[in-house]
T-cell receptor, first 110, second 119 residues
């Protein structure tokens, strides 16, 4: 059973601080890693994808991948109240399926 | 443009009704997906269509019947549903499903979803 694990939270972060979201996965053959943001009652929205070890930055977001440790993270700098949402980590293995973690609920406190 | 559209936005149906959900994308994607999402849970994969052929059925009950009339359209036909089938139904698409993964191939983009209530 391929697993993707996230801390369900809630994770509370003051406005302007850095939010750090973590995800571990069990399948060493996993090749693609995604972070989706989901507001309550809405559909998942792609934030970032990462394929190679290291960091990938896009605006206030940085994804970090460490395949040896089977670990992927998302950092949100200068957190805003609009960043309050559930963040889903998703991992694609060698077939067509995307396995989602249970999501981390993030609350940014003004 | 990474838009996937879904209709209707909301659907209320009785257990004896037949209804259909529709999904459309015009990004040239050749893979389309149906997911079901219950409150406070991650999306659960139901079906995958690859090049208009059903490639994955995650043991979904036959009261859900998918259809892919062409590469841009995906339908989900519903019949004799149960109250526990009430959920958010999400459609997604990606350029491809197979081959070497990469940012232009396997990234899935989700539609806004259909909120289904079965009475």
């Amino acid at each position: 059973q391929k697993e993707v694990e996230q801390n369900s939270g809630p994770l509370s972060v003051p406005e302007g601080a850095i939010a750090s979201l973590n995800c571990t996965y069990s399948d060493r053959g996993s090749q693609s890693f995604f972070w989706y943001r989901q507001y309550s009652g809405k559909s998942p929205e792609l934030i970032m994808f990462i394929y190679s070890n290291g960091d990938k930055e896009d605006g206030r977001f940085t994804a970090q991948l460490n395949k040896a440790s089977q670990y992927v993270s998302l950092l949100i700098r200068d957190s805003q109240p609009s960043d309050s949402a559930t963040y889903l980590c998703a991992v694609r293995d060698g077939n067509e399926k995307l396995t989602f973690g249970t999501g981390t609920r993030l609350t940014i406190i003004p | 443009d990474t838009e996937v559209t879904q209709t209707p936005k909301h659907l209320v149906m009785g257990m004896t009704n037949k209804k259909s959900l529709k999904c459309e994308q015009h990004m040239g994607h050749r893979a389309m997906y149906w997911y079901k999402q219950k409150a406070k849970k991650p999306p659960e994969l139901m079906f995958v269509y690859s090049y208009e052929k059903l490639s994955i059925n995650e043991s979904v009950p036959s009261r859900f019947s998918p259809e892919c009339p062409n590469s841009s359209l995906l339908n989900l036909h519903l019949h004799a549903l149960q109250p526990e089938d009430s959920a958010l139904y999400l459609c997604a698409s990606s350029l491809y499903t197979s081959g070497a993964p990469g940012p232009s191939t396997d990234t899935q983009y989700f539609g806004p979803g259909t909120r289904l209530t079965v009475l």
